[in-house]
């Protein structure tokens, strides 16, 4: 897992925090595969969400997800219904892996 850490983070600082060798955790992490790329096209930039009902009629909801490289999405939301917002966090956390 440290390895794993160090390809992600860098040794030195891996190493440093966990206070472990540094040129065993550097064989270590260039013995870690990088990830396969997926043949799958990658997911569009943006996708509209139509709401369903009657805006101003229900709560105002933001929510704002971000991941480790950076990405994030901002998901602001009026209305009661018509929003999967778990099944669009998850769309949002898979397309990062």
């Known amino acids: ?14 190493s440093q925090r966990l206070g472990l060798d540094y040129n065993g955790l550097k064989r270590r992490a260039k013995a870690i595969k990088p990830p ?7 997911p569009p930039g943006f996708v509209e969400v139509p709401l369903i009902g009657q805006l101003g009629q229900g709560p105002n909801c ?4 971000a991941r480790g490289e950076g990405a994030r999405m901002t ?3 009026e209305g009661k219904e018509g929003l999967d917002l778990a099944g669009l966090a998850e769309a949002f956390w898979r397309s990062g892996s």
């Open 1 to 14: 897992m440290a390895a794993a850490l160090a390809c992600a983070h860098g040794v030195s600082q891996v």
């Open 36 to 42: 396969r790329r997926s043949r799958l096209k990658p």
């Open 62 to 65: 933001t929510v704002e997800l």
């Open 75 to 77: 998901i602001r939301w």
